[in-house]
């Protein structure tokens, strides 16, 4: 039995290149490609500085998400890989608190990974939400 998905994507070359999309929703349950710190042309932002990183994967997950006319506080799940623990954690809990408009009620799952995609990134966000 085929299931229904409904696929969003950001428009960048690299969702054809490796044939992927950038969120999924089947039923009431929206899975996310992990995302990064890039802006509306595919250019890095914050190359060096994590909190601008972090900062700019979030615009991209809000972008998904209003796509399918939710917002951040259904976010149920989140997994963070990062290249430099100690400096996500210096800024992470404040930001989350910034980004999600006080405590999040999601879990977390952070995981410090020798590199991503490009050299420059310092982080990716991967998440899952419901509707």
């Known amino acids: 039995m085929k299931i229904n998905k409904e696929e969003k994507n950001l428009n960048m070359p690299w969702e054809l290149e490796y044939g992927y999309s950038q969120a999924v929703k089947v039923g009431d349950t929206i899975y996310m490609s992990g995302q990064i710190s890039h802006d509306e042309t595919g250019e ?5 500085d994590v909190e601008a990183q972090i900062r700019q994967a979030y615009v991209n997950i809000k972008k998904l998400l209003a796509e399918y006319g939710v917002e951040m506080e259904n976010i149920v799940d989140e997994t963070w890989f990062v290249t430099d623990i100690e400096s996500a954690d210096a800024v992470g809990g404040k930001l989350r608190k910034e980004i999600f408009s ?28 419901r509707i």
Do not use: D, M, S, Y
Not at 44 to 48: F, L, R, S, Y
Not at 103 to 117: D, E, G, H, K, S
């Open 44 to 48: 890095i932002v914050g190359a060096g």
């Open 102 to 129: 006080g405590n999040p009620v999601a879990t977390l799952t952070v995981v410090q990974i020798q590199r991503l995609a490009f050299p420059e990134l310092l982080i990716e966000i991967k998440c899952v939400a």
